[in-house]
């Protein structure tokens, strides 16, 4: 069975950072790219980065760049997404999944508050 | 970036009814567009995959299909469990979702 289990998010302050983490199993982790998708609440669904199988090939969503870094460690079959200057704006529900959406995680709440 | 503009954002329906949502994409995506149905406090479960294809465990009253830049999900006879958010995705370059859609019973 495909698991993929995020960690990591909590109440933070604006300006301050935190790093989200996915942990992959029942599949090959490293033959699939991946992904991070949030929804701030009540909203709709959000691309936040994209990875390459390699780890080699990043994507960002134009309000992340600079601010966010997607990686992962396929000998530990978990995903990674670092989160610094952190806005307000940022709070949602952030959901791990491979690059087209077969397999979803469950989701952790990032609260970006003073 | 390519938008996707999916319509209706909402739509009141009746248990029976044949549901049609559909996103419109600004640019060529080809086949790379998926469908997600979404409920209250769960993570998207993915029903369509490249444009067409029903994903595995779905129930056969959903389909999707392609004309043109306009990419549908039609639900036939809409049971209960099928009221829900619905999200369509194209990721045939840099990602991008529609806004949604709910789904509500009259």
């Known amino acids: 069975e495909v698991q993929l289990v995020e960690s990591g998010g909590v109440l933070v302050q604006p300006g301050r950072s935190m790093k989200l983490s996915c942990a992959a199993s029942?599949?090959?982790?490293?033959?699939?790219?991946m992904a991070w998708v949030r929804q701030a609440p009540t909203k709709g669904l959000e691309w936040v980065a994209t990875?390459?199988?390699?780890?080699?090939?990043?994507y960002y969503r134009d309000s992340v760049k600079g601010r966010f870094t997607i990686s992962r460690d396929n000998a530990k079959s978990t995903l990674y997404l670092q989160m610094d200057s952190l806005r307000s704006e940022d709070t949602a529900t952030y959901y791990c999944?491979?690059?087209?959406?077969?397999?979803w995680g469950q989701g952790v709440m990032v609260t970006v508050s003073s | 970036d390519i938008q996707m503009t999916q319509s209706p954002s909402s739509m009141s329906v009746s248990l029976g009814d044949t549901v049609t949502i559909t996103c419109r994409a600004s640019q060529d995506v080809g086949i790379y567009v998926n469908w997600f149905q979404q409920k209250p406090g769960k993570s998207p479960r993915r029903m369509i995959y490249?444009?067409?294809n029903l994903a595995d465990g779905v129930p056969s009253r959903f389909s999707g299909s392609r004309s043109g830049s306009d990419y549908s999900l039609t639900i036939s006879s809409l049971e209960s469990e099928d009221v829900a958010d619905y999200h369509c995705l194209q990721y045939d370059e840099y990602p991008t979702f529609g806004a949604g859609t709910k789904l509500e019973l009259k």
């Open positions: 029942g599949f090959t982790f490293s033959s699939f790219p």
């Open positions: 490249r444009a067409t």
């Open positions: 990875i390459s199988t390699s780890g080699g090939s990043t």
């Open positions: 999944l491979n690059y087209g959406g077969r397999w």
